[in-house]
């Protein structure tokens, strides 16, 4: 037993010492400033807001420049900056909007961002004490992008999920990534597109994202402007374009659904780029990972199908691509409730509060057993995957794996890990 736990022990410090795969890095050290300046836009009634100061205090002693923004005492800076809920907190770089981020954010995911976003030779060491001028911010002198999104229509609308499914260029200076998305409403003030989150980590100011729809087999180029994305503990992102047309549309599953192992499903996506193809499957397993709903199907989906919908028979919308598990041939999706989620905290559904997908203790089995297996599924930038097993984790492992790869995520959102516990049917001993 003690040559199994030193075992596992140093198994577990391989893997936290894999930075030159690129697997699991540690925290970046936060001891740079940039010329990138956000505007935090709080509401004091909301519960976040204290949390939300506690990280702009942060980033003031740090010497970034700052600016809080009470939503109900300056509505008219809310409403130029078109904020529809808070927290939000909006990044600027040269007098623009750069980023926005939608609900409350961590100290290190907010230093990432601003260092992304800041000039390269803006960039320097941190002052050792607080610099006792603070810089000002004046956001009337900023540039707001240009978003309007009005909530999705709660009317039963026409279904199309082939017509409604995009490819999704997102082109940088030295490089592009390429995916898929949904169609998921469209009105006069524009057509979101539902995606996965992923496709973005590697946005700058000058990137240039397009959506292509396809008629009859010709695509149709639009710009696309990023409404928001989620890269950590869960991967979703949302588009915005403008056609001169109404466009076909996928119904979001108004309900939680309520799927099974063995229920068929299809997928849409474009397969290295290609136009859009769908591909019939069925659901594996449910919730195996830890963390937010997800869904596994057979099939492992190839590089492009990446923000691809999974729907049901009837034609709905019940999850979003965004990994494929090579090892054991299957596409990994995040659930509906996710999906619920997302739009939700950005006034785009209106849907009744669903409860988390896991049990309260994912550590045990819908059982009630302790977990007999740990499988690691460590996916990298390329959207390929590994497999690692463990047998028989102890507590203290599973605890540290899950500290430590979060931590990692939000030190350096280029890969993921996930992973899932299994129990045997009977208790081992």
Not at 67 to 80: I, K, L, N
Not at 151 to 167: F, G, I, K, M, Y
Request: with cysteine; net charge neutral.
């Amino acid at each position: 037993m003690v040559a199994r736990n030193r075992a596992t022990t140093n198994l577990l410090w391989m893997l936290l010492s894999w930075t030159s795969c690129g697997i699991l890095t540690a925290p970046l050290a936060l001891a740079q400033v940039g010329d990138c300046l956000a505007i935090v836009f709080v509401d004091p009634q909301h519960p976040d807001s204290q949390s939300m100061d506690q990280v702009a205090a942060q980033a003031i002693e740090m010497g970034w420049a700052i600016r809080r923004v009470d939503a109900r005492r300056e509505p008219h800076v809310t409403q130029r900056w078109r904020i529809h809920t808070a927290p939000t907190t909006v990044l600027t770089q040269g007098g623009r909007e750069v980023d926005r981020i939608l609900g409350p954010v961590n100290w290190t995911e907010l230093y990432r961002r601003m260092i992304r976003f800041s000039a390269p030779d803006s960039i320097r060491n941190a002052p050792l004490a607080p610099s006792e001028s603070k810089p000002k911010v004046d956001v009337d002198s900023l540039v707001p992008m240009q978003r309007s999104v009005a909530p999705l229509n709660p009317e039963p609308l026409q279904s199309d999920p082939a017509r409604a499914t995009v490819r999704i260029l997102v082109d940088e200076s030295d490089s592009h990534a390429i995916g898929s998305g949904t169609v998921i409403q469209c009105d006069a003030q524009g057509a979101v597109v539902l995606t996965c989150g992923h496709l973005f980590r590697d946005r700058t100011p000058k990137s240039v994202i397009t959506v292509e729809r396809f008629e009859n087999g010709t695509p149709v180029r639009y710009g696309a402007e990023l409404i928001d994305y989620q890269i950590e503990d869960v991967d979703i992102g949302l588009l915005l374009f403008h056609p001169n047309q109404s466009v076909p549309v996928a119904q979001v599953a108004q309900q939680v659904e309520q799927l099974a192992q063995g229920d068929p499903v299809y997928s849409m996506g474009c397969d290295h780029g290609q136009a859009p193809s769908r591909r019939d499957s069925q659901v594996t397993k449910l919730n195996r990972y830890l963390g937010s709903a997800n869904i596994e199907t057979a099939g492992a989906p190839v590089q492009g199908r990446s923000g691809g919908g999974l729907f049901n028979r009837r034609g709905e919308l019940v999850g979003v691509c965004f990994a494929a598990d090579t090892e054991l041939d299957e596409g990994l999706y995040c659930g509906i409730s996710v999906v619920h989620e997302q739009l939700r905290k950005l006034g785009l559904l209106k849907l009744p509060s669903s409860p988390a997908p896991n049990p309260e203790n994912p550590e045990r089995s819908l059982t009630g057993q302790a977990p007999t297996t740990m499988t690691v599924i460590l996916t990298d930038s390329s959207g390929s995957t590994r497999q690692l097993t463990i047998d028989r984790p102890s507590e203290q492992l599973i605890d540290k794996m899950r500290q430590e790869s979060q931590r990692s995520l939000q030190a350096n959102a280029q890969n993921q890990v996930r992973w899932k516990l299994t129990s045997a049917p009977k208790s081992l001993r």
